[in-house]
């Protein structure tokens, strides 16, 4: 406690609750935002051939998570756009990125220092989104823990979790990119951060809000800031994840035995036809001599069988697999 009163962090933890969103941080998250979505695969061309399909897309990729958390409350979900200054803000924003004379917005923001910065600003705006989403999902369902987390998690991280949605906007359609088949580090932290706030919310975790505020916020900061720096993206959690997933869910499975016979089958039927293949290329292939032609109906009906059986097997192993 010592250290904590030298390190003022009650005062730093009052200070970074009361710090207003509007407008540096909103302005940073819309810029980072829009960036991503230029940064995307063919969304160039797109704002080139369709403007309000780039526009749409940019909204979803700033407002995202209130559209997200608004549909699962059973509320309008153009919501987010009755906030005319922030989508003015954006919309300004998303002209200046994709539009702006020589690209000099795209060009100024790109640099790594800069975007250093406003990335740790977007950041901390992932707090007040996933403390906002438990706040109203709490004033709804008072004792609905896994409500809190759910609104919480689409709030902070929305724009990830409707991507397929977006992709679709913009006329690409890409369902392996699904955030729940493989979730990417902002939706991991969010969700991480929704379980922690929600925990306090319902007075499991006893911990006061503007200090759990405080030590989520420098967590993400301080470690989005290492994974640009060091150019790496892997989770502080891929240790603990590989771990729980061997334990819980890699276990022996009673179909493992079979599984490993039909693979070793393919694999020999697959060998079978090579050396066939191999051998009938060296027979027929030789130059300067023909095949000949067997006038008995027996050896052709026999060599047929011989090549249907393999490829009958070959059928078998892709429909098990």
């Known amino acids: 406690m010592d250290l904590l009163s030298v390190l003022h962090f009650d005062e730093l933890s009052h200070g970074l609750a009361n710090l207003s969103m509007f407008p540096y941080f909103d302005m940073a998250h819309y810029i980072v935002s829009v960036m991503a979505l230029r940064e995307q695969p063919g969304a160039l061309e797109v704002s080139r051939v369709s403007p309000l399909a780039c526009w749409f897309s940019s909204m979803l990729f700033c407002f995202g998570g209130a559209v997200l958390s608004g549909i699962m409350l059973a ?71 896994l409500v809190m987390i759910a609104i919480g998690w689409a709030r902070g991280a929305g724009g990830g979790l409707i ?23 902002p939706t991991k932290i969010t969700l991480i951060g929704a379980v922690l706030f929600a925990l306090q919310q319902t007075h499991y975790l006893p911990l006061q809000k503007h200090h759990l505020m405080f030590i989520y916020t420098v967590f993400i900061v301080v470690n989005k800031s290492r994974m640009m720096l060091t150019g790496s993206s892997t989770s502080p959690f891929a240790t603990i994840e590989s771990a729980l997933y061997k334990t819980l869910f890699a276990g022996y499975s009673p179909y493992a035995a079979l599984i490993s016979e039909v693979k070793s089958a393919c694999i020999d039927n697959s060998s079978m036809n090579k050396t066939t293949t191999t051998k009938e290329s060296s027979e027929n292939g030789s130059p300067g001599q023909e095949t000949p032609t067997s006038p008995a109906t027996g050896q052709s009906s026999s060599l047929e069988a011989k090549e249907e059986s393999p490829n009958a097997a070959a059928t078998n192993c892709k429909k098990t697999n």
């Open 75 to 145: 509320e309008p979900p153009v919501a987010p756009l009755s906030n005319s200054t922030g989508v003015l803000l954006a919309s300004v924003i998303w002209y200046l990125v994709f539009y702006c004379p020589m690209d000099l917005v795209y060009a100024c923001a790109s640099p790594l220092p800069l975007r250093l910065v406003l990335s740790g600003m977007k950041e901390v705006t992932r707090t007040w989104k996933v403390l906002g989403g438990v706040t109203q999902a709490h004033s709804k369902y008072k004792d609905g823990l």
């Open 163 to 185: 991507s397929n949605f977006e992709q679709l906007v913009r006329g690409v359609w890409k369902p392996e990119t699904n955030e729940l088949l493989k979730m990417s580090y």
